[in-house]
């Protein structure tokens, strides 16, 4: 997508760990409050953040903006398109003396956002290329340890469903004797929130290693795992305190599964129906109630 206004803090988020010290101070600082990053002067925001103007510049351009000013204005944009302060409020974070019903709410609007913000900067091009290479692939191969490994578990049934010879792998060891099997025109998929997890990133070097395409999973374009990736295709969740954020980071990942399948299968419409079918008919008198036939 191209509207980088909006999505600033989104993006700000996703490179956050890839910049220098310096920069990175200056990053939490807008992300802690984009209204007020829009409303400083340069001058003010490098005083706040305990570094220079040059830092405050470099970092702009590391995010994409020639400098502070184009920063301020993409800045004063999202938050005017974020609308009241209500909204503004629940993004934040949750404190100590949050009551029951902010925290219900922060977590509901962070776990939306998180879906709505993925979607929106999806690279669809990333996303084409991913459905394209299983729709011819012979075998694909899934790597996730924990709660990626969940997501990586989901993927596995759904391309089941519709008749793909697909594997999830969530011990290390077994991804790796699974991936070092794997050959030209197979998949291998990674699933990390943080794209750093070395068990995660050994299973698709390995992968890679072995010529299979390989696919990054990830809410860092810039991290170890995204390197590996010949396709990359990046969530857009948020970390909170009491790691709410971790559900979010599990929904945005889900969100991306579930546009790489509905992608394939209505790539491959006849086979996936037929197969769809089959496995609802297999199980269809397992529910109360039901008798086979019926």
């Known amino acids: 997508m191209a509207d980088t206004e909006l999505r600033t803090t989104v993006r700000i988020r996703a490179l956050l760990p890839s910049l220098a010290p310096a920069e990175r101070r200056v990053a939490e600082r807008v992300l802690a409050d984009p209204a007020a990053a829009a409303a400083s002067t340069i001058t003010s925001l490098a005083h706040e953040c305990a570094t220079s103007e040059t830092t405050v510049i470099r970092f702009c351009r590391a995010v994409g903006f020639t400098g502070y ?138 992968a890679r290693g072995t010529g299979a395409t390989t696919v990054a999973v990830t809410n860092f374009p810039r991290s170890p795992l995204a390197a590996l990736g010949d396709h990359v295709l990046t969530t857009a969740a948020r970390e909170t305190t009491f790691r709410s954020g971790a559900t979010a980071s599990r929904l945005a990942q889900l969100t991306v599964v579930d546009c790489v399948f509905v992608g394939l299968a209505q790539r491959t419409y006849e086979s996936s129906q037929r197969a769809l079918e089959l496995t609802h008919d297999a199980v269809a008198d397992r529910r109360v109630g039901r008798k086979a036939g019926r």
């Open 69 to 206: 000013p184009g920063l301020r204005l993409a800045l004063a944009a999202e938050q005017g398109r974020s609308g009241a302060g209500d909204a503004r409020d629940l993004a934040g974070d949750i404190v100590a003396d949050d009551d029951l019903d902010k925290v219900v709410g922060k977590i509901a609007f962070a776990d939306a956002r998180a879906v709505e913000e993925t979607a929106e900067q999806l690279d669809l091009d990333a996303l084409h290329a991913v459905i394209e290479a299983l729709v011819t692939a012979p075998r694909v191969d899934v790597y996730g340890v924990g709660a990626s490994g969940f997501v990586a578990l989901d993927f596995q049934q759904k391309l089941h469903r519709i008749g793909r010879v697909a594997f999830a792998w969530t011990d290390p060891h077994i991804a790796l004797t699974s991936a070092a099997l794997l050959t030209p025109g197979d998949v291998a998929v990674a699933i990390s929130h943080s794209g750093a997890t070395q068990d995660t990133i050994d299973a698709l070097q390995l």
